[in-house]
């Protein structure tokens, strides 16, 4: 269906401001697996002046250099992301690692998700995701799916593209 002369769905930009400001991010962010992607894009919010306040990965190491370059909390517990951060990026390796960060018992995300919103960009199965996104819905947060368009370069760089999946909250 057409609308003055334009295909339905389609947004008019020729009304919008030529620079227009760009948007100040103020949710509190945690990162959860901080390899080649997640350490760089973590850098990149931190360099965007985007709050990361919180960061965690199984290898303490990691977690405990990038903690210190980027000023936040190393969380020693998942539990601990979801209470220093309104949105969680989850960056892991599978469908077990996404499984485990989002377990329905012991150290989990899903520990005081109520209000938190969940973006996952791992690798992880279109069924899980599902499973995941029920779980999170189910203790009061929202689950969204991000695709991935790019390697670790972009993510430095901050040109990634990322494809969002999921319900508005």
């Given at each position: 269906?057409?609308?003055?002369?334009?295909?339905?769905?389609?947004?008019?930009?020729?009304?919008?401001?030529?620079?227009p400001?760009?948007?100040?991010?103020?949710?509190?962010?945690?990162?959860?697996?901080?390899?080649?992607?997640?350490?760089?894009?973590?850098?990149?919010?931190?360099?965007?002046?985007?709050?990361?306040?919180?960061?965690?990965?199984?290898?303490?190491?990691?977690?405990?250099?990038?903690?210190?370059?980027l000023?936040?909390?190393?969380?020693?517990?998942?539990?601990?992301?979801?209470?220093?951060a309104?949105?969680?990026?989850?960056?892991?390796?599978?469908?077990?690692?996404v499984?485990?960060?989002?377990?329905?018992?012991?150290?989990?995300?899903?520990?005081?998700?109520?209000?938190?919103?969940?973006?996952?960009?791992?690798?992880?199965?279109?069924?899980?995701?599902?499973?995941?996104?029920?779980?999170?819905?189910?203790?009061?947060?929202?689950?969204?799916?991000?695709?991935?368009?790019?390697?670790?370069?972009?993510?430095?760089?901050?040109?990634?593209?990322?494809?969002?999946?999921?319900?508005?909250?």
């Amino acid at each position: 269906k057409e609308a003055a002369g334009k295909p339905e769905g389609l947004l008019d930009l020729s009304a919008a401001p030529q620079n227009p400001q760009p948007q100040r991010f103020e949710r509190k962010v945690g990162i959860v697996g901080l390899g080649r992607m997640g350490s760089k894009i973590a850098q990149h919010l931190f360099d965007m002046h985007v709050p990361v306040s919180v960061v965690y990965d199984k290898n303490e190491k990691i977690s405990h250099q990038l903690a210190n370059e980027l000023r936040c909390l190393r969380a020693q517990k998942l539990a601990e992301v979801t209470a220093n951060a309104e949105v969680v990026l989850t960056l892991v390796t599978d469908d077990e690692a996404v499984d485990a960060v989002f377990a329905q018992s012991g150290d989990s995300l899903l520990l005081g998700a109520n209000g938190g919103i969940f973006v996952d960009c791992s690798t992880a199965s279109p069924k899980l995701h599902l499973d995941v996104e029920s779980r999170v819905a189910h203790h009061g947060g929202h689950f969204i799916e991000g695709s991935i368009l790019g390697s670790p370069p972009q993510a430095h760089d901050g040109s990634l593209s990322i494809i969002l999946g999921g319900e508005k909250p």
